[in-house]
């Protein structure tokens, strides 16, 4: 391998929606809104660290409950309650216009650097909602990796490292509050890639953070922590 080549993703931008599919969400306003619409500070922090960082950034802004992004094709959460009754023709043109489009702009990068002999390090930058069925949750960041994967692994853990090191203060915890290996983006990318040309790392930030206005200091540990994963 060359070289190192680091990506930010971030699939759960947004919460926008097309004109024509707004009147699905009449009565949707609330779940748009909420942490099922959107991951909030998600793209802030993924645009900061891919203007920091100088590298690519790839952005999806549209909702995920109009088709999720973040879901193979297989999975049953691929289209939400608003969605999950479309006929099957419309269904396939969200995934022609919205889903296919997004996914593959991303793979086709990568596949360009593999085939020119570059490792790629590809950071899915995510939020959380701090309480789930009613339960605080402790992690502030938490790094979600395939722990089989030795590359991936390595890296995961050295990005775990620096991050307690700049911000001692932080529960920063590996495979919190989901599982690496659960099923998303990077775990189909996995299958695309072999375990020394991509790792795919997904980096989950608690809201509340975006919530009461310190993403900044998010910000000024994320980037160089990242950064300092850079051969």
Known sequence: MLGRRILITC????????????????RGKEALESHRGW???AAILASYLGAELAVPVFIHPTSRLLVEVNR?????????????????????FLLNKYYRPYRNAVTDWII??????????????????????????PTDIGILFDPKRRLESKIALELTDKLRELAPLFTIDLNEPYKGT??????????KFGVKSYSGIEIEVNQRFFFNKELDFVKSVLSPAIKSLEI
């Not at 193979?72 to 396939?92: A, C, G, N, R």
């Open 39 to 41: 991951d909030p500070g």
């Open 112 to 137: 360009r650097e593999t085939e020119a002999k570059n490792e790629v390090a590809h950071f899915s930058i995510h939020s959380f909602t701090p309480v789930w069925e009613g339960k605080k949750r």
């Open 11 to 26: 699939e759960h931008a947004g919460n926008e929606l097309p004109e024509s599919y707004k009147y699905l969400f009449k």
């Open 72 to 92: 193979s094709l297989s999975h049953p959460h691929l289209f939400s309650e608003f969605t999950i009754d479309l006929e099957p023709s419309v269904k396939q």
């Open 182 to 191: 659960d099923d998303g983006f990077t775990t189909s990318l996995r299958k």
